[in-house]
């Protein structure tokens, strides 16, 4: 494919699909803007930005919006934009996505793919030496697994809502459990892929037919939406059916952990919020970094869902004015950039009062149904020189009578239920994305809606919580206020009467009865996941025999809520979460090869020896 140049507006001029060759002799088509100087001619040799993304280097980028332009931008405006202040910036498609040569495998070539972009941009004329990063979800994917491998010339970097510290414990697998989003986004972006036709028709019959395979379990390759793609199902069932961490999960690509000591010592900004899949990555590049390196660092959690920051709700929940990133953090999303690569880049020096942590503390608000139908949550935004702010840990205790205990009291006992995975629980938000049409991230009440995707009949209205394979254990009415800030550590001692099962884990802020909303409402805060076989270790299975006792800790992603007076804190234990999570048939077979379902008696003791229990961040009040 033949490179073509052109002027954009007098400001810049584009060279389009430049065919740059990787280590393998596959090419990767790349997009290089460069700004016109006085005479017409571009000035050399300037700062690079690079933005490798496989949702198309022309394309419209659903993030690239504002509070006050809410109209999708293309990445080609966005490239003109930073052009237009004095960078080049090259854009460009990942292996095997639109105008780029090779095979898609999600993930696994973009280290060494953006390594050898890095030697590419170093060698062009117009490149001083100094190359910056950007990129939202797998642009902040492509961003890290570079980085793992120390590319030359790499000065600074942008991560927003990714960025793998390690797939296997968060963002493909959870737990030992496996994220099903990964499902839905092959599904979406198979339908781009060069084989599929672009119809509306087409489209909405492939989401009923996803719907189809939803209810469907366990799925099988070359039966599913995908097996017109091979390549997108091969890469689905490749990492579906990984369940021990095994080398593979150590790749670059997959496992930041693993290579944090190679990243370069440069500035770094980490964009994240408490209803992305990724908060978990974020918080850990920031804290691995922060551990390692010298160079500022900038961190910034918000309350939204994936890349919606310029908005002030997540699913039926409202955060109020100050919960965007707009007008509180930075003007907007491409001003917050510009500042970063001003400073970084050309050596622009930023304001002197700036506190390089920022994150929304969610809570506050009246608690009424404000005019688009949301609860108001309400919410601030809190600044410091580093994560996590103070906090002191405060346990509660799991008991027999479903209360929350500041102590374990009372005899020793255990609570039982009956897990059907041919009746899982049913998702109602939480931190995920791409998941539609079958799920949707955000802050929900824990009630069954019309609108509710589920794997068996359809939804009853009724709470989650009524549910007889949930378990509820909450506070009493809170008489002061509580601030729940960083890490939550569910521990359990559990048994099943079956060889593998799973145990959920959902922190809920639950609303007293109000005149907006007469049988309360009850917010999904954060949740996790624990797969029994695993309990020994990552990279081992080990079944369970009947009725043995064994203790283990699920890891709930980190939020930031304050929980008011009269509101009660409630964990719900279960064993399954679906679709966030692929279902456990508690039967012990090899990952995602199970043939048949088997309904499992769980139980979760308490008290005694085995006192179940939350472990919570609290921060003290002003």
């Given at each position: 494919?033949?490179?073509g140049?052109?002027?954009?507006?007098?400001a810049?001029?584009?060279e389009?699909?430049?065919m740059?060759?990787?280590?393998?002799?596959?090419?990767?088509a790349?997009?290089?803007?460069?700004?016109?100087?006085?005479?017409?001619?571009?000035?050399?040799?300037?700062p690079v930005?690079?933005?490798r993304?496989p949702?198309?280097?022309?394309?419209?980028?659903?993030?690239?919006?504002?509070?006050?332009?809410?109209?999708?931008?293309t990445?080609?405006?966005?490239?003109?934009?930073?052009?237009?202040?004095?960078?080049?910036?090259?854009?460009q498609?990942?292996?095997?996505?639109?105008?780029?040569?090779?095979?898609?495998?999600?993930?696994m070539?973009?280290?060494?793919?953006?390594?050898?972009?890095?030697?590419?941009i170093?060698?062009?004329?117009?490149?001083?030496?100094?190359?910056?990063?950007?990129?939202?979800?797998?642009?902040a994917?492509?961003?890290?697994?570079?980085?793992?491998?120390?590319?030359?010339g790499?000065?600074?970097m942008?991560?927003?809502?990714?960025?793998?510290?390690?797939a296997?414990?968060?963002?493909?697998?959870h737990?030992?459990?496996?994220?099903?989003?990964q499902?839905?986004?092959?599904?979406?972006?198979?339908l781009k892929?060069?084989?599929?036709?672009?119809?509306?028709?087409?489209?909405?019959?492939?989401?009923?037919?996803?719907?189809?395979?939803?209810?469907r379990?366990p799925?099988?390759?070359?039966n599913?939406?995908?097996?017109?793609?091979p390549?997108y199902?091969?890469y689905?069932f490749?990492?579906?059916?990984?369940?021990?961490?095994?080398?593979?999960?150590?790749?670059?690509?997959?496992?930041?952990e693993?290579?944090?000591?190679s990243?370069?010592?440069?500035?770094?900004?980490?964009?994240?919020?408490?209803?992305?899949?990724?908060?978990?990555?974020?918080?850990?590049?920031?804290?691995?970094?922060?551990r390692?390196?010298?160079?500022?660092?900038?961190?910034?959690?918000?309350p939204?869902?994936?890349?919606?920051?310029?908005?002030?709700?997540a699913?039926?929940?409202?955060?109020?004015?100050?919960a965007?990133?707009?007008?509180?953090?930075?003007?907007?999303?491409?001003?917050?950039?510009l500042?970063?690569?001003r400073?970084?880049?050309?050596?622009?020096?930023?304001?002197?009062?700036?506190?390089?942590?920022?994150w929304?503390?969610?809570?506050?608000?009246?608690?009424?149904?404000n005019?688009?139908?949301?609860?108001?949550?309400?919410?601030?935004?809190?600044h410091?020189?580093?994560?996590?702010?103070p906090?002191?840990?405060?346990?509660?205790?799991?008991?027999?009578?479903?209360?929350?205990?500041?102590?374990?009291?009372g005899?020793?006992?255990?609570l039982?239920?009956?897990?059907?995975?041919?009746?899982?629980v049913?998702?109602?938000?939480?931190s995920?994305?791409?998941g539609?049409p079958?799920?949707?991230?955000?802050a929900?009440?824990?009630?069954?809606t019309?609108?509710?995707?589920?794997?068996?009949?359809?939804?009853?209205?009724?709470?989650?919580?009524?549910?007889?394979?949930?378990?509820?254990?909450?506070?009493?009415?809170?008489?002061?206020?509580?601030?729940?800030?960083?890490?939550?550590?569910?521990e359990l001692f559990?048994?099943?009467?079956?060889?593998?099962t799973?145990?959920t884990?959902?922190?809920?802020?639950?609303?007293?009865?109000?005149q907006?909303f007469?049988?309360?409402?009850?917010?999904n805060?954060?949740?996790?996941?624990?797969?029994m076989?695993?309990?020994?270790g990552?990279?081992?299975e080990?079944?369970?025999?009947?009725?043995?006792?064994?203790?283990?800790?699920?890891?709930?992603?980190?939020?930031?809520?304050?929980?008011?007076?009269?509101?009660?804190?409630?964990?719900?234990?279960?064993s399954?979460n679906y679709?966030?999570?692929?279902?456990?048939?508690?039967?012990?077979a090899?990952e995602?090869?199970?043939?048949?379902?088997?309904?499992?008696?769980?139980?979760?003791?308490?008290?005694?020896?085995?006192a179940s229990?939350?472990?919570?961040?609290?921060?003290?009040r002003?």
């Amino acid at each position: 494919m033949d490179a073509g140049r052109e002027t954009v507006r007098g400001a810049c001029e584009v060279e389009r699909d430049v065919m740059v060759p990787m280590r393998d002799g596959v090419c990767l088509a790349t997009d290089v803007w460069r700004p016109l100087g006085a005479e017409g001619t571009p000035p050399s040799p300037l700062p690079v930005i690079l933005e490798r993304t496989p949702y198309d280097k022309q394309g419209v980028s659903r993030s690239e919006v504002s509070a006050t332009n809410p109209r999708s931008a293309t990445r080609a405006e966005i490239a003109a934009f930073f052009a237009a202040h004095g960078f080049i910036v090259v854009t460009q498609d990942c292996r095997g996505r639109y105008r780029s040569q090779g095979t898609f495998r999600k993930y696994m070539s973009e280290a060494e793919d953006g390594y050898d972009t890095l030697e590419w941009i170093l060698r062009q004329p117009w490149c001083n030496g100094k190359i910056g990063t950007m990129g939202f979800s797998y642009g902040a994917h492509t961003q890290c697994a570079l980085a793992c491998l120390n590319p030359p010339g790499l000065a600074c970097m942008l991560i927003d809502s990714g960025g793998l510290s390690s797939a296997y414990r968060s963002g493909v697998r959870h737990g030992g459990a496996f994220e099903l989003k990964q499902a839905t986004w092959a599904c979406r972006h198979a339908l781009k892929s060069a084989n599929a036709v672009e119809d509306p028709a087409l489209i909405r019959a492939r989401e009923e037919e996803l719907r189809d395979w939803f209810r469907r379990m366990p799925w099988q390759p070359e039966n599913s939406p995908l097996a017109a793609t091979p390549e997108y199902e091969r890469y689905l069932f490749e990492q579906w059916r990984g369940g021990t961490f095994s080398d593979y999960w150590r790749q670059p690509g997959l496992y930041a952990e693993g290579y944090y000591d190679s990243f370069p010592d440069i500035p770094t900004a980490i964009v994240g919020s408490w209803y992305d899949p990724y908060v978990s990555s974020s918080l850990a590049h920031y804290r691995e970094l922060l551990r390692r390196n010298h160079s500022p660092l900038r961190l910034i959690m918000g309350p939204w869902t994936h890349g919606n920051r310029s908005v002030t709700f997540a699913g039926d929940i409202d955060f109020g004015r100050q919960a965007t990133l707009d007008g509180n953090i930075a003007d907007d999303y491409r001003e917050l950039r510009l500042a970063w690569f001003r400073r970084w880049l050309r050596d622009v020096e930023p304001r002197e009062d700036a506190l390089p942590v920022s994150w929304f503390e969610m809570g506050g608000g009246s608690g009424r149904r404000n005019s688009a139908g949301r609860l108001d949550h309400g919410g601030r935004w809190r600044h410091a020189r580093q994560w996590p702010p103070p906090t002191a840990p405060r346990e509660f205790y799991f008991s027999a009578d479903g209360l929350l205990r500041p102590a374990a009291s009372g005899e020793a006992g255990y609570l039982e239920y009956r897990y059907d995975p041919d009746d899982p629980v049913p998702t109602i938000g939480g931190s995920l994305a791409s998941g539609e049409p079958v799920m949707q991230g955000g802050a929900f009440d824990q009630r069954e809606t019309p609108a509710l995707f589920k794997y068996r009949g359809a939804p009853t209205g009724r709470p989650l919580s009524e549910r007889a394979d949930v378990l509820t254990f909450e506070t009493p009415p809170l008489e002061t206020p509580l601030l729940v800030t960083g890490d939550i550590l569910v521990e359990l001692f559990v048994s099943s009467d079956c060889p593998d099962t799973d145990f959920t884990a959902k922190l809920v802020a639950v609303y007293p009865p109000s005149q907006d909303f007469p049988e309360g409402f009850a917010m999904n805060l954060t949740d996790g996941i624990f797969r029994m076989r695993y309990r020994d270790g990552w990279d081992r299975e080990t079944t369970m025999r009947p009725g043995e006792v064994c203790v283990i800790r699920i890891e709930l992603c980190a939020t930031s809520n304050l929980f008011q007076a009269g509101q009660r804190l409630r964990l719900d234990i279960s064993s399954s979460n679906y679709p966030r999570f692929d279902i456990n048939p508690n039967t012990g077979a090899a990952e995602n090869r199970a043939g048949e379902f088997r309904i499992a008696t769980n139980r979760v003791y308490v008290n005694g020896a085995y006192a179940s229990r939350v472990v919570l961040p609290v921060v003290e009040r002003e």
